[in-house]
C-alpha cells in the first residue's frame, strides 16, 4: 500500500524566513512518481512540481526547492525568503502512473507566513 | 472561464436526500478525475475518467456513489441518500491527455453539508 506522510500539520513563521516542508512516503513500487500542491484559501489545488523515482536530482524554481532523497524515502520542499502569499495548506502526493491517476495524498501542511 | 468549473460552490442537504454535483473541465481535457476533500479523512480519490475507456471507480466508497461523464466532457457526482459522514468538499480536476508533467488542474470545489 502506497502512503505519504507530512507530520507538520501548521507552520508559522514571519515572513524572509526559510522554510521547509516535510513528506516522507511509503511505497512498494519501483517506479512512481511524487508531486507537490498547493491549496490557497480560494480551494483550487494548483500543481508545483512532479518528480519521477529514478530522478533525485534536486529541483530549484525560484524561491521553491525540492530535495528527493531515496534512501530516506523523503521528498521535502523549502520556501527561501518566504512571503505573505506562500500562506497556503501543502500537498505532498505520491502516484504509481506517470499521469497520476490516482492520487495518494498526505494529510497537508498549512503554511501562515505572517508579516 | 479557462479553468475547471465546478458546481454548486456550495450545497446543504438533509439526510437522505439524494445531490448532484457537476464539473465542467478544461476544454480538450480527455481525463478526469473526482477527490474528495473531508477533515478527517484528507484528500481521497474517487473516481476518473479517461477518453472512451471505463471509469476507474475504485475509490467511490460506497454504492450510494455513482459518476458519469457525457460526451467525454461534463461530469456528474451523484450520492444517493446523503449521510453525514458525506460532508466533505468535493474536487473535480481534469488533464490533457498528453500533459508533460502530470499536472492536474482542479477546480474550486462544492462543499457539501449534509444536516
Known amino acids: 500500500a502506497q502512503k505519504v506522510t507530512q507530520a507538520q500539520t501548521e507552520i508559522s513563521v514571519v515572513e524572509k524566513e526559510d522554510v521547509t516542508l516535510d513528506c516522507v512516503y511509503e511505497?512498494?513500487?519501483?517506479?512512481?512518481?511524487l508531486f507537490w500542491y498547493k491549496q490557497p484559501p480560494s480551494g483550487e489545488l494548483v500543481f508545483l512540481i512532479r518528480r519521477n523515482s529514478f530522478d533525485e536530482q534536486n529541483e530549484i524554481s525560484g524561491r521553491y526547492s525540492w530535495n528527493f532523497q531515496k534512501s530516506t524515502s523523503s521528498f521535502n520542499f523549502t520556501i527561501t525568503a518566504s512571503q505573505v502569499v506562500d500562506s497556503a495548506v501543502y500537498f505532498c502526493?505520491?502516484?504509481?502512473?506517470?499521469?497520476?491517476?490516482?492520487?495518494?495524498f498526505g494529510q497537508g501542511t498549512r503554511l501562515t507566513i505572517n508579516p | 472561464g479557462a479553468g475547471v468549473s465546478q458546481s454548486p460552490s456550495n450545497k446543504v442537504t438533509e439526510k437522505g436526500k439524494d445531490v448532484e454535483l457537476r464539473c465542467d473541465p478544461i476544454?480538450?481535457?480527455?481525463?478526469l478525475y473526482w477527490y474528495r476533500q473531508s477533515l478527517g479523512q484528507g484528500l481521497e480519490f474517487l473516481i476518473y475518467f479517461q477518453g472512451n475507456s471505463a471509469p476507474d471507480k475504485s475509490g467511490l466508497p460506497s454504492d450510494r456513489f455513482s459518476a458519469e461523464r457525457t460526451g467525454g466532457s461534463v461530469s456528474t457526482l451523484t450520492i444517493q441518500r446523503t449521510q453525514q459522514e458525506d460532508s466533505a468538499v468535493y474536487l473535480c480536476?481534469?488533464?490533457?491527455?498528453?500533459?508533460?508533467?502530470?499536472?492536474?488542474?482542479f477546480g474550486e470545489g462544492s462543499r457539501l453539508t449534509v444536516l
Open positions: 502526493a505520491l502516484s504509481q502512473e506517470e499521469g497520476a491517476q490516482k492520487l495518494v
Open positions: 511505497t512498494r513500487d519501483t517506479t512512481y512518481y
Open positions: 480536476a481534469s488533464r490533457p491527455r498528453r500533459g508533460v508533467t502530470g499536472e492536474l488542474f
Open positions: 476544454s480538450g481535457h480527455t481525463a
